[in-house]
C-alpha cells in the first residue's frame, strides 16, 4: 500500500516569543516494511538532520528572533509492505526494558500483565494482553494529557492511543519483554480516527512485532512509523521549548490517505521570515 501524508501543525502565540527550539520527528526512514518513496519538510529556515540515539531521523528548527506563530508543514509518499509481520534490527533491544516516569509499572500493572498473560511472553499472550488493556482502558478523547503516566491511565480506565501505548509497555516491560513506543500515522477510512497515532512494538523471537492497543492490531498494514522511543517524550513528531509567548494555541492537520498527496499552502512563520524546503526524492 502506497500513502501520501499531508501534516501541518501551526502554533500561535498571545505574545511575541523571544525564541524558540523545535525537535521535530517528523521524517520516516526505510525499513524492511516501508521504503520512503519522497518526503519534504516545509520549515521557516535551514536546518540539518541528525540521527538521535534511537535511529530516529531528527530536525532541530532554531529561531532565535521574536515571532508570534510557527508553521510545521510534512508531506510526502510512503510505501507499506502489509504482509509483513515483523521487522529486524541490529540494534539491541535491551535499552527498552527500562521504564521512565510515564511508562512505570505499579502494583496494579503488575498483576494486570501477569493475569492476562499468565506470565507467558510469547507472541500469542502479548496480543491477550493488547485486547485486555482495550476492554480496560476505554478510549475517551480528552481524559489526559501529554504528561499522563500509564499507572494514571490505567487506574482511571480511560485514555488515548498515548495511554493505550504507555500501559502496554509498562506491562511488556514488567514481564521482562524489551517494548518501545511508535509515533506516526494510520490511515483509516473512518472518519473518527486521527490520522496521527501512536502504537507499541515488541522484541520477541529477534525482531519487533506491532501491538496497536486502541484497534486491536497486531499488524500494521497501515502504520507508518516515524520515530521510536522509550515513551511519547522520545518519539513526538514535535517537542519543544520557548521563552516568552504567553498562552500557545496549537493547530495540527494530518490527511493519509492511499492516494495521490493532497497539496498545502506553503506556509510562513512571520512576514519575514523565507520557507525553506527540504525534500528527498526516490523514483519508485
Excluded at 519522497?38 to 530536525?59: K, T
Excluded at 528548527?61 to 534490527?89: F, N, S
Excluded at 504507555?166 to 473512518?190: E, I, K, N, Q, T
Excluded at 480516527?193 to 492497543?213: M, Q, T
Amino acid at each position: 500500500m502506497r500513502l501520501s501524508i499531508s501534516h501541518e501543525t501551526t502554533y500561535h502565540y498571545d505574545d511575541q516569543v523571544r525564541a524558540s527550539i523545535q525537535y521535530l520527528r517528523l521524517t520516516p526512514h526505510d525499513s524492511e516494511r516501508q521504503q520512503v518513496l519522497s518526503w519534504q519538510l516545509s520549515l521557516p529556515r535551514p536546518v540539518r538532520a541528525q540521527v538521535d540515539p534511537f535511529g530516529n531521523i531528527l530536525h532541530v528548527l532554531t529561531m532565535d528572533e521574536p515571532h508570534e506563530a510557527i508553521v510545521i508543514g510534512a508531506r510526502g509518499q510512503v510505501e507499506i509492505d502489509e504482509k509483513r509481520e515483523a521487522e529486524h534490527e541490529s540494534q539491541s533491544s535491551l535499552p527498552f526494558l527500562r521504564f521512565t516516569r510515564l511508562t512505570e509499572a505499579d502494583e496494579a500493572i503488575r498483576a494486570f500483565a501477569a493475569k492476562q498473560t499468565r506470565k507467558r511472553t510469547d507472541r500469542t499472550a502479548l496480543i491477550d494482553l493488547m485486547h485486555a488493556l482495550n476492554q480496560h482502558i476505554t478510549y475517551t478523547p480528552g481524559s489526559t494529557a501529554v504528561d499522563t503516566s500509564a499507572a494514571q491511565a490505567f487506574a482511571n480506565g480511560a485514555g488515548v492511543c498515548q495511554d493505550h501505548t504507555h500501559a502496554f509497555l509498562a506491562c511488556a516491560r514488567s514481564l521482562g519483554v524489551p517494548a518501545r513506543y511508535v509515533s506516526g500515522y494510520l490511515y483509516s477510512d473512518s472518519s473518527e480516527h486521527l490520522a496521527s497515532h501512536a502504537w507499541a512494538e515488541a522484541w520477541i523471537d529477534d525482531a519487533w512485532y506491532s501491538f496497536d492497543v486502541t484497534n486491536q492490531l497486531a499488524i500494521p498494514e497501515r502504520h507508518l512509523k516515524l520515530a521510536v522511543g522509550l515513551d511519547y517524550l522520545d518519539a513526538c513528531p514535535v517537542r519543544g521549548m520557548r521563552r516568552g509567548g504567553g498562552c500557545e494555541q496549537m493547530h495540527a492537520k494530518v490527511v493519509v490517505s492511499p492516494s495521490a498527496p493532497i497539496a498545502i499552502p506553503v506556509p510562513a512563520v512571520t512576514k519575514a521570515a523565507p520557507v525553506v524546503q527540504m525534500q528527498v526524492q526516490r523514483q519508485s
